[in-house]
């Protein structure tokens, strides 16, 4: 996914809430080779409302699945389902390109509740 450099347009803080960005604890990870570009699927579970989620992530470049379990990421957990080739992806885990275009995950820096919502 590629990403222009240039600023959004500016919205209003009503708009910005509308999107709702939770943080949430990956439990499992694993290739997803169908995918069209490599990707993994995930499983991460964002607390008691909310519970767990299954994400498509393209973050095969600086992520192994075995050393995910226990990362604490962030994710918009209120757009529609979206299905990516035969998984339907119910939430877009986060994350910002390093110097080449690849995915870096993002996260606090320290463990915080799961669910709980940025702001």
Known sequence: ????????????????????????????AEPYPEARKPALKLVIDFGGEIGRK????????????GDLPGRQVLAVVNFPPRQI???????????????????VLIGPSLTVPDGGRLY
Do not use: C, N
């Open 54 to 65: 299954k994400s498509s992530a393209q973050i095969t470049k600086h992520y192994r699945p």
């Open 1 to 28: 996914m590629s990403a222009s450099l240039e600023p959004a347009a500016p919205i209003s803080f009503d708009d910005f809430l509308k999107v709702d960005i939770r943080v949430g604890t990956i439990v499992e």
């Open 85 to 103: 080739g035969k998984f339907m992806s119910e939430v877009l885990t986060l994350g910002l390109p390093d110097a080449d275009g690849e995915v």
